[in-house]
């Protein structure tokens, strides 16, 4: 069960920081699983929380938005540091230190939330392809065909860059919400604001939604595997902390151009939505039909971006706990069983969707509660190991990364638990 680094040629050495152009140049070798995690973040089911909550509460929750920033910048720079000082990916470490049986608990849970979020994101790109008239079997199949694409070049950089043009391509959120011409004095007393008057069933479980969307666990397994298939190493720390942190920064950015997007006009038209086409929709009439295709093209991006980090998540797990090849960097038939993992959850992902009558909105629902209730499970084992000095030396966490990732986890789960009270005694807050 040695987990080895990729050959010496697969490596992309990262030149050595001495200011300036070369500085640059470091950081630029480093950039890559931060921002496509974070962004990865911004998929279909948070996107569409996001514009449900600006269709329903206007800009009351733009401060907690770009508050969330912090909590998921410490979580997910606890990956980066995990994956660059040992090499090695989350689900071969908890393996490594708890066993067999503790390994199969974290891929029970992993799989599960994984295969419902491939659905979910699927999903989002076929509620979008409807605003284009396009047909479902060719959007959802043409999608995952090129999610099967971007993995199989045999290359870890490939599928990076590929991935970095989706997440430029979700910025257009940003345009869009300029173009529906919000009242950005309304958007500043929105961040200070603290909403008591609107506390109601709904908006409780809607903040609970925008919490929960925040760290998923795939995110966690995601970001370390990445950061050992592209040979990161301890040097390049202070890179990805720094990539993480704008990663963290922009995604929240975007989640609160969604909701002032929404707010800006479904609010103002007092417009109820389920799913972020129908505010795609919505937009068109209200800010233009360039503010609308900027968001429609916007959720397509995102939610391919998420498929694809979903569906690689779940087979860099389960080769890194089996001792199966699991680079990005080997041809298919050198790691046949890493691939076919892949490929088994982008098909069957598509092929649940397509059918007909399935319930998506409710799906995507389960998703995000589901997350919310599992992630601090994955939070448990994040902070043992990043909290063991055997496999960090130095670079344990600081009481101030456990204080807020125990407090993460805390919130998490007593909004979970809140959700599940409201769900079955819905008149207990009126």
Known sequence: MNQKRNPSHFQTPTPKPKGGWRHLAAFLAVVGPGIIVMQADTEAGSITTAAVAGAQYSYRLVGLLLALALPLYVVQEMTARLGSVTGKGHAYLIRQKYGLKWAWFSLAILFVC?????????????????????????????????????????????????????????????????????????????????????????????????????????????????????????????????????????????????????????????????????????????????????????????????????????????????????????????????????????????????????PLVTITVIVEAGNALLLPIVLIFLLLLTNDRKLLGDHVNRWPSNLLAITTGAVIILLGLLSVVLTFFPNWIS
Not at 314 to 336: C, D, I, M, Q
């Open 114 to 358: 994984n295969v419902a979020a491939l659905v979910t994101e699927f999903a989002g790109i076929l509620s979008a392809a409807r605003i284009a008239h396009i047909p479902p079997i060719l959007s959802v199949s043409v999608s995952a065909a090129l999610l099967l694409f971007v993995v199989m070049t045999g290359s870890y950089q490939k599928a990076e860059y590929i991935a970095l043009v989706f997440c430029a391509v979700d910025l257009l959120f940003i345009p869009a919400a300029f173009m529906a011409h919000p009242d950005w004095a309304e958007v500043g007393r929105g961040l200070f604001s603290v909403p008591i008057h609107s506390v109601t069933r709904d908006f409780i479980l809607v903040v609970i939604g925008l919490i929960g969307a925040v760290i998923m666990p795939w995110m966690i397994y995601y970001q370390q595997s990445a950061v050992v298939d592209k040979q990161l190493k301890e040097k390049d720390l202070p890179f990805e902390r720094l990539e993480t942190a704008i990663g963290a920064v922009v995604t929240e950015l975007i989640m609160a151009f969604i909701v002032i997007a929404t707010a800006a006009t479904l609010y103002v038209h007092h417009i109820q939505i389920d799913d972020a086409s129908q505010a795609a929709s919505a937009l068109m009439p209200l800010a233009g039909q360039y503010a609308g295709a900027l968001f429609a093209v916007g959720l397509i991006s995102a939610a391919f971006l998420g498929a694809f980090v979903v569906a690689i998540s779940t087979a860099w797990a389960f080769g890194e706990t089996f001792g199966w090849p699991h680079s990005l960097n080997y041809r298919v038939h050198k790691a046949k069983r890493f691939y076919s993992f892949y490929a088994a959850g982008v098909v069957l992902a598509a092929a649940i969707v397509l059918i007909p009558n399935t």
